[in-house]
């Protein structure tokens, strides 16, 4: 797949709500085994706290948060 779209590495994320377990969610609806197949990296966006980066001349936003997930 990464060929195709030719970027150098495509990264799947799921943050679910309180109470649902993301790897248990990427497993059920079958996104975790597509990652697998396709050798995308799939990652629990609440493994780790969000990091607050500066966007340098952001038009709409000064900054952002990003998840330092890690992968599974």
């Known amino acids: ?3 195709l779209l030719e970027a150098s590495e495509i990264i799947v994320g799921d943050s679910s709500v309180i109470g649902v377990d993301s790897v248990e969610a990427l497993k059920y609806a079958g996104i975790f ?3 697998a197949q396709e050798g995308v990296i799939c990652m629990d966006l609440n493994a780790s706290a969000p990091v607050q980066k500066k966007i340098t001349n952001g ?3 000064d900054d952002i948060l990003f998840h330092n997930g890690s992968a599974l």
């Open 1 to 3: 797949m990464t060929q």
């Open 33 to 35: 085994d597509v990652c």
């Open 59 to 61: 038009y709409v936003v």
